[in-house]
């Protein structure tokens, strides 16, 4: 601390006493040592410490008392303070604030060393009616002064000269000695005695004489400028005491606080311990001299009173006992500056306030401030304002780094959760108090504390005032975060009615976000919610939170999944300047922490079993997928289906309303969940504008992946008995989808069709049995197989009456069935088999067993004989029906091409003569001989046969013969 000129310093103290009148106690300087006058035992410690030499030869060190600076001798009758005490307990407060006070010097022997406990008898009247009562001045009680201590001093290094000559040695040490003898009164005594030991000690390695006189005289030396430190001191304390008396202004104590405030956290415990007790004396002169009148200004009032509460836990004792006393000054200035500035209109508040002030000072005494300093935090949290709570908060925190001491540093958190706890919603700089507490967090060690700062951010974000503030900040950091932001997320220590309240605010940040535009960046708040949720899930301090929640979380980072798809770090609007020191690994992607949160989701809700089933089948790498991702979805949605039904259920009804918000990634998400779940039986439950109607609006969506959607929804629909009637009315809308391209769509649509097809109306049939027809032959085979599935099972749902109206339907499909059961798809060639015997029940015929032999026809021609000549005699318009078979010769497939041919050349000698006569056979034969150019030879040789048959037929030679000749042509083709 810079210590005052010691010439100016005196004069300026003198003069401010003599202005207020004030009598001005009378400074004792100590005598040499040994002629009388003992140096207290602290002040012989401190000065000791700072300018002895070790080699000193320690004394017994008197008994005296230099606890904060009073210098006092040990006197028989007791202590001073015990005395003044019990002479001063009965005053009043009116009596003890005088206009004519002393001022309390450190060294002064006065009777008003000790303290006094604050008073606050006179509210007793508190608890009278409100409405009948006015507070006074006098209501507010006085507490007594405070002793001063010593500050610190600081000397600059010396430097070295030459030797000096022997006679200005000689006059320098006959200096020194005659000073050994007389106290310096003067401040030219005082002067002419340093000058003269500065420039001995300068030469002294050039001048042992001069060195074995400070030797034989180091005593003395030492015993001096003890005598000199002091009363430098006690110039400085009437100094700041005179400045507050002549200008008693509450601007005042906040400029000296202001000066003093680093003093008061200095690590030096000598620098810490004078700068204590030097305020503590400046409290108590103002406690009694203050003036305060409006308008009032004390900017720093609750940063001070922080202090003085972080000093009461002080590991140095004298510096914790001083600020409890100090403290005690300081609460009664508070008093009286919240009384004048408190407002008229809410003063039932003021005395609520002030009974519960004396209630606590009824239980703590200044021994109790001492030793468990966070009770102060309960005692001024109840007058200080949300601005001056900021400052006390924020100094705690900002102290925490230079308490290096456990103890005190356990104190300091103590005092933060007090404060906290008791202040609840009143805090106004929630941002800046959690920017300092993140800060901190990677400074300090002590795991106490740092679960002491953990739980302040709990008690913010606990409160709803303060939730959605101390997320916003906390997510504005680094992601991943770091190990310290990750511990804090973790440890929450949250009182179980709040968790659900806590991790909900946090979900929505995270929902917000969805409802922007898909082109634009993704969100920074997003991937840092997203990733602040993964902490929590890890840390489980929310269980049951997470529990309660977990559909609305699982949805909602499956989402997230589906937003993060494809982007990288660069694709995410990063708030600038937040990765000015790191630089963001290019493996940290949204994807990444979408997926390890759903990962851990599921894995603290115990649904151990829905990850086993999305890791054996490749789920995840499903939903990572820009194609998969849905199929991902419905993998885990029947997952949970299987294995957990309550979740399962809990989960359709939360996407009930969830299906109409955010945008489209958002919405296919949610609904392809929600379609997988329309198994369930209480999906019957849910009302028709929920499902069958929303499912209809899907129907006409323009993106093929919500009609894909609706009708998947619908086939798990149907399978509800009582839905189906609701569903019928969507049955022109699906049997229009049978012509869409997409091959899903078509499938869905047939599928729902076939369970269906038994409620259909006459009218419906024929038309879906046309459609039908059309896809016979299709590109895609399980268009083609399911397209004769379902039109067999048409056949069958025919009621009796309309049978006639389908009999033509039924005879034109004899002909594709039969030449696709040789199609070289297995399946279809199977289906056709079993669709052509349907017709022949509906025709009431008995097919032949030779049209169910899986081989091929060219290898088998007797056996197609045979079918041919079923056919021939059961069927009229055989020229149709050749017409029917030859448009197959150009079909893309060669075993139908083959089989058509082949067919046609049998076929014709069943042929009515006159009628292929009358119509000609040059149509005909110009389909076989474009054949003849075919690429295949079994192609080339069959058409050329079937030619040669065409041309007897037209002649009309023997049918026998032709037979033979075919026969002839079979067995070439066979070798």
């Given at each position: 601390?810079?210590?005052?000129?010691r010439?100016?310093?005196?004069?300026?103290?003198?003069?401010?006493?003599?202005?207020?009148?004030?009598?001005?106690?009378?400074?004792?300087?100590?005598?040499?040592?040994?002629?009388?006058?003992?140096?207290?035992?602290?002040?012989?410690?401190?000065?000791?410490?700072?300018?002895?030499?070790?080699?000193v030869?320690a004394?017994?060190?008197?008994?005296?008392?230099?606890?904060?600076?009073?210098?006092?001798?040990e006197?028989a009758?007791?202590?001073?303070?015990?005395s003044?005490?019990?002479?001063?307990?009965?005053?009043?407060?009116?009596?003890?604030i005088?206009?004519?006070?002393?001022?309390?010097i450190?060294?002064?022997?006065?009777?008003?060393?000790?303290?006094?406990?604050?008073?606050?008898?006179?509210?007793?009247?508190?608890?009278?009616?409100?409405?009948?009562?006015?507070?006074?001045?006098?209501?507010?009680?006085?507490?007594a002064?405070?002793?001063?201590?010593?500050?610190?001093?600081?000397?600059?290094?010396?430097?070295?000269?030459g030797?000096?000559?022997?006679?200005?040695?000689?006059?320098?040490i006959?200096?020194?000695?005659e000073?050994?003898?007389?106290?310096?009164?003067?401040?030219?005594?005082?002067?002419t005695?340093?000058?003269?030991?500065?420039?001995?000690?300068r030469?002294?390695?050039?001048?042992?004489?001069?060195?074995a006189?400070?030797?034989?005289?180091i005593?003395?030396?030492?015993?001096?400028?003890?005598?000199?430190y002091?009363?430098?001191?006690?110039?400085?304390?009437?100094?700041?005491q005179?400045?507050?008396?002549?200008?008693?202004?509450?601007?005042?104590?906040?400029?000296?606080?202001?000066?003093?405030?680093?003093?008061?956290q200095?690590?030096?415990?000598?620098e810490?311990?004078?700068?204590?007790?030097?305020?503590?004396?400046?409290?108590k002169?103002?406690?009694?001299?203050?003036?305060?009148?409006?308008?009032?200004?004390?900017?720093?009032?609750?940063?001070?009173?922080?202090?003085?509460?972080?000093?009461?836990?002080?590991?140095?004792?004298?510096?914790?006992?001083?600020a409890?006393?100090?403290?005690?000054?300081?609460?009664h200035?508070?008093?009286?500056?919240?009384y004048?500035?408190?407002?008229?209109?809410?003063?039932?508040s003021?005395?609520?306030?002030?009974?519960?002030?004396?209630?606590?000072?009824?239980?703590?005494?200044i021994?109790?401030f001492?030793s468990?300093?966070f009770?102060?935090?309960?005692?001024?949290e109840?007058?200080?304002?949300s601005?001056?709570?900021?400052?006390?908060?924020?100094?705690?925190?900002?102290?925490l780094?230079?308490?290096?001491?456990?103890?005190?540093?356990?104190?300091?958190?103590?005092?933060?959760?007090?404060?906290?706890?008791?202040?609840?919603?009143?805090?106004?700089?929630?941002?800046?108090?959690?920017?300092?507490?993140?800060a901190?967090?990677?400074?300090?060690?002590?795991?106490?504390?740092r679960?002491q700062?953990?739980?302040?951010?709990?008690?913010?974000?606990?409160?709803?005032?303060?939730?959605?503030?101390?997320?916003?900040h906390?997510?504005?950091?680094?992601?991943?975060?770091?190990?310290?932001?990750?511990?804090?997320?973790?440890?929450?220590?949250v009182?179980?009615p709040?968790?659900?309240?806590?991790?909900?605010?946090?979900?929505?940040?995270?929902q917000?976000?969805?409802?922007?535009?898909t082109?634009?960046?993704?969100?920074?708040?997003?991937?840092?919610?997203?990733?602040?949720?993964?902490?929590v899930?890890?840390?489980n301090?929310?269980?049951?939170?997470?529990?309660?929640?977990?559909?609305?979380?699982?949805?909602?980072?499956l989402i997230?999944?589906?937003?993060?798809?494809?982007?990288?770090?660069?694709?995410v609007?990063?708030?600038?300047?937040?990765?000015t020191?790191?630089?963001?690994?290019?493996?940290?992607t949204?994807?990444?922490?979408?997926?390890q949160?759903?990962?851990?989701?599921?894995?603290?809700?115990?649904?151990?079993?829905e990850f086993?089933?999305?890791?054996?089948?490749?789920?995840?790498?499903?939903l990572?997928?820009?194609d998969?991702?849905?199929?991902?979805?419905?993998?885990?949605?029947n997952?949970?289906?299987?294995?957990?039904?309550?979740?399962?259920?809990?989960?359709?009804?939360?996407?009930?309303?969830?299906?109409?918000?955010?945008?489209?990634?958002?919405k296919l998400?949610?609904?392809?969940?929600f379609?997988?779940?329309?198994?369930?039986?209480?999906?019957?439950?849910?009302?028709?504008?929920?499902?069958?109607?929303?499912?209809?609006d899907?129907?006409?969506?323009?993106n093929?992946?919500?009609?894909?959607?609706?009708l998947?929804?619908?086939?798990?629909?149907?399978?509800?008995q009582?839905m189906?009637?609701?569903?019928?009315?969507?049955?022109?809308?699906?049997?229009?989808?049978?012509?869409?391209?997409?091959?899903?769509?078509?499938?869905?649509a047939?599928?729902?069709?076939?369970?269906?097809?038994?409620?259909?109306?006459?009218?419906?049939l024929?038309?879906?049995?046309?459609?039908?027809?059309?896809?016979?032959?299709?590109v895609?085979?399980?268009?083609?197989?399911?397209?004769?599935t379902?039109?067999?099972?048409?056949?069958?749902?025919?009621?009796?009456?309309?049978?006639?109206?389908?009999?033509?339907?039924?005879?034109?499909?004899?002909?594709?069935?039969?030449?696709?059961?040789q199609?070289?798809?297995?399946?279809?060639?199977?289906?056709?088999?079993?669709?052509?015997?349907i017709?022949?029940?509906?025709?009431?015929w008995?097919?032949?067993q030779?049209v169910?032999?899986?081989?091929p026809w060219?290898?088998?021609?007797?056996?197609?004989?045979?079918?041919?000549?079923?056919?021939?005699?059961?069927c009229?318009?055989k020229?149709?029906?050749?017409?029917?078979?030859?448009?197959?010769s150009?079909?893309?497939?060669?075993p139908?091409?083959r089989?058509a041919?082949?067919?046609v050349?049998?076929?014709?000698?069943?042929?009515?003569?006159?009628?292929?006569?009358?119509?000609?056979?040059?149509?005909?034969?110009?389909d076989?001989?474009d054949?003849?150019?075919?690429?295949?030879?079994?192609?080339?040789?069959?058409?050329?046969?079937?030619?040669?048959?065409?041309?007897?037929?037209g002649?009309?030679?023997d049918?026998?013969?032709?037979?033979?000749?075919?026969r002839k042509?079979?067995?070439?083709?066979?070798?």
């Open positions: 601390m810079p210590l005052p000129h010439g100016r310093s005196s004069r300026l103290a003198g003069s401010r006493v003599a202005s207020t009148s004030l009598p001005r106690a009378t400074a004792h300087s100590p005598r040499r040592a040994g002629r009388g006058a003992p140096l207290p035992s602290h002040a012989q410690r401190l000065t000791r410490r700072r300018h002895s030499s070790e080699q030869p004394g017994p060190e008197p008994q005296a008392d230099f606890r904060s600076g009073k210098w006092r001798q006197r009758g007791g202590d001073a303070r015990d003044r005490r019990s002479a001063r307990a009965g005053m009043g407060s009116r009596h003890r005088c206009s004519r006070e002393e001022i309390v450190p060294c002064a022997s006065d009777n008003d060393s000790g303290s006094v406990d604050l008073q606050l008898s006179n509210l007793e009247d508190v608890k009278k009616d409100a409405s009948s009562l006015e507070l006074t001045d006098s209501d507010i009680s006085d507490i002064g405070l002793p001063q201590e010593s500050l610190t001093d600081s000397f600059r290094p010396l430097t070295q000269q030797p000096l000559s022997e006679p200005i040695v000689e006059r320098l006959q200096s020194i000695q000073f050994f003898n007389d106290d310096l009164q003067s401040e030219l005594e005082k002067l005695f340093l000058r003269s030991l500065s420039s001995l000690s030469a002294l390695p050039y001048d042992e004489t001069i060195g006189f400070i030797h034989s005289h005593e003395d030396i030492v015993h001096i400028l003890n005598s000199l002091r009363q430098t001191l006690q110039a400085f304390s009437e100094m700041l005179s400045l507050v008396v002549k200008d008693p202004h509450l601007e005042n104590l906040d400029t000296i606080f202001k000066q003093m405030d680093p003093w008061l200095s690590t030096k415990d000598h810490r311990e004078r700068a204590t007790v030097s305020m503590a004396q400046v409290l002169c103002s406690s009694r001299h203050l003036s305060l009148k409006l308008p009032l200004q004390f900017q720093r009032l609750g940063r001070l009173v922080a202090l003085m509460a972080l000093l009461c836990g002080d590991p140095v004792k004298e510096v914790a006992e001083e409890a006393e100090g403290t005690h000054y300081l609460l200035i508070t008093l009286r500056l919240k004048v500035t408190h407002d008229k209109k809410n003063h039932p003021l005395r609520r306030a002030m009974k519960k002030c004396q209630e606590l000072l009824e239980l703590y005494s021994k109790q001492y468990c300093p009770k102060i935090a309960q005692v001024f109840v007058f200080l304002n601005n001056e709570l900021c400052q006390f908060v924020m100094t705690i925190l900002d102290g780094k230079n308490l290096k001491h456990p103890c005190t540093q356990n104190s300091a958190g103590e005092l933060l959760i007090t404060l906290v706890k008791n202040a609840e919603s009143r805090f106004e700089k929630v941002p800046e108090i959690m920017g300092v507490i993140c901190q967090l990677s400074i300090i060690s002590q795991p106490r504390v679960q700062i953990i739980n302040t951010v709990s008690l913010f974000i606990s409160r709803p005032k303060y939730t959605d503030i101390v997320i916003s906390l997510l504005c950091h680094p992601v991943p975060y770091d190990r310290h932001l990750a511990e804090l997320w973790r440890t929450l220590d009182k179980l709040n968790t659900t309240w806590i991790l909900w605010r946090l979900l929505r940040k995270l917000k976000c969805h409802n922007a535009p082109h634009e960046k993704m969100a920074y708040m997003a991937v840092a919610a997203t990733d602040a949720l993964y902490e899930f890890v840390g301090r929310l269980r049951a939170a997470t529990f309660r929640l977990f559909p609305q979380l699982l949805m909602t980072l997230q999944i589906h937003h993060s798809i494809g982007l990288t770090m660069s694709d609007a990063i708030p600038s300047g937040l990765y020191e790191q630089e963001m690994s290019s493996q940290v949204p994807l990444c922490f979408a997926i949160a759903t990962k851990t989701l599921l894995l603290r809700t115990l649904c151990w079993q086993n089933i999305m890791e054996k089948n490749k789920g995840w790498t499903l990572e997928g820009k998969g991702h849905l199929q991902g979805i419905s993998l885990l949605a997952a949970l289906l299987e294995r957990n039904h309550l979740f399962a259920n809990k989960i359709m009804y939360l996407l009930v309303p969830l299906l109409n918000r955010g945008n489209d990634k958002h998400t949610s609904a392809g969940f379609v997988e779940l329309l198994q369930s039986p209480v999906a019957r439950r849910l009302p028709s504008i929920y499902s069958i109607a929303r499912l209809k899907w129907l006409h969506h323009g093929n992946v919500f009609k894909t959607l609706a998947k929804g619908l086939r798990y629909l149907t399978r509800h009582e189906r009637e609701g569903i019928k009315s969507l049955l022109p809308c699906i049997l229009d989808l049978l012509c869409e391209t997409d091959e899903k769509i078509v499938l869905l047939i599928q729902i069709l076939l369970q269906l097809v038994e409620t259909m109306d006459f009218t419906t024929t038309a879906m049995m046309k459609t039908l027809f059309s896809l016979f032959g299709d895609r085979p399980d268009v083609h197989r399911f397209s004769m379902l039109f067999g099972a048409s056949i069958k749902s025919v009621k009796y009456t309309d049978k006639k109206g389908i009999e033509n339907q039924v005879l034109d499909s004899l002909v594709p069935l039969l030449l696709y059961s199609d070289e798809n297995d399946a279809v060639a199977e289906e056709s088999r079993q669709v052509l015997t017709c022949a029940q509906f025709l009431k008995k097919l032949p030779e169910y032999c899986k081989d060219y290898i088998r021609c007797g056996k197609v004989g045979k079918v041919c000549k079923f056919f021939g005699k059961k009229k318009g020229v149709n029906l050749v017409a029917q078979t030859l448009m197959f150009k079909n893309a497939k060669l139908i091409r089989a041919v082949l067919f050349g049998l076929l014709l000698k069943y042929v009515d003569h006159s009628e292929l006569t009358m119509k000609g056979t040059d149509w005909i034969e110009k076989l001989r054949l003849l150019c075919d690429p295949e030879p079994s192609l080339r040789i069959i058409a050329s046969q079937a030619l040669f048959q065409v041309r007897e037929v002649t009309e030679q049918p026998r013969q032709t037979v033979c000749g075919l042509l079979m067995g070439c083709l066979s070798t």
